[in-house]
C-alpha cells in the first residue's frame, strides 16, 4: 500500500505544471488540535483536480541520512535531522533544494529559486553534491480532492505566500509559534 501512495504521490507531482506561483504555507491554527498537524508548518503545493501535496516543515525527526543510510557516506556528513514531510511514503526520501535549475528528472518546481526532488537518484545526488542548500523529508502529506479547500473554509489553517526563506529555514524551532503569531496579528489589524 505504501509503495502504491509513493507511486501516485510521484505520478501527481511529476505531472504538475512548471510554474510555481500557486504555492503557499500553511499555518495550523492554534486551536487545531490534531497531533500529527497541530502546531505545524506545510508548504503545500495544488497538483490537479483540487488535489494538493505538501511537507510539514517544523517536524525533525531523531533521524539523520547517515543513520538511514550508513552504507552511503556522503549520507554521514549531513548532521541535520530528516524532517517528518507527512505520514504518506514516510520511506521514502524526498528534498527540496534551493536552485533555480531542476536538478534532475522527475523533479518539480515549487517556487521560483526551489526544487522537489523525488526521483532516489537525484535526491543522492543531492546529497553528494550540495547538501547545505537542501532539506531531505521522510514522507509527505497528500489531500484529497477537495479536502485542502475544506480545511481552509473550516478555518484550520492560515494561509502565507510560498517563502523560499521559511521553506529551507534551520533549524525549524520557533517557527510555528513565530508565525502563528504573525498571523493572527495580521487577521486581527483593520
Given at each position: 500500500?505504501?509503495?502504491?501512495f509513493a507511486a501516485l504521490a510521484a505520478s501527481l507531482l511529476c505531472s504538475m ?157 520557533g517557527l510555528w509559534e513565530e508565525l502563528v503569531g504573525r498571523s493572527e496579528r495580521k487577521a486581527n489589524t483593520i
Amino acid at each position: 500500500m505504501r509503495l502504491a501512495f509513493a507511486a501516485l504521490a510521484a505520478s501527481l507531482l511529476c505531472s504538475m505544471p512548471a510554474h510555481a506561483d500557486d504555492t503557499v504555507i500553511l499555518v495550523a491554527k492554534r486551536d487545531m488540535k490534531d497531533q500529527l498537524y497541530g502546531s505545524t508548518v506545510l508548504v503545500a503545493k495544488p497538483v490537479g483536480s483540487e488535489r494538493h501535496v505538501g511537507f510539514i516543515l517544523n517536524k525533525p525527526t531523531q533521524a539523520t541520512l547517515g543513520k538511514l543510510f550508513p552504507d552511503h557516506a556522503p549520507s554521514h556528513k549531513i548532521i541535520d535531522p530528516v524532517y517528518l514531510g507527512g505520514p504518506l511514503s514516510s520511506e521514502v526520501i524526498f528534498a527540496l533544494v534551493q536552485r533555480r535549475e531542476s536538478p534532475g528528472p522527475r523533479s518539480v518546481r515549487i517556487a521560483p529559486d526551489l526544487f522537489l526532488a523525488i526521483d532516489s537518484e537525484v535526491v543522492d545526488s543531492i546529497i553528494e553534491k550540495e547538501p547545505q542548500r537542501a532539506r531531505f523529508f521522510a514522507g509527505l502529506v497528500m489531500w484529497r480532492p477537495g479536502e485542502l479547500d475544506d480545511e481552509l473554509k473550516r478555518g484550520l489553517w492560515y494561509v502565507l505566500e510560498d517563502s523560499t526563506d521559511l521553506v529551507m529555514r534551520k533549524p525549524t524551532e520557533g517557527l510555528w509559534e513565530e508565525l502563528v503569531g504573525r498571523s493572527e496579528r495580521k487577521a486581527n489589524t483593520i
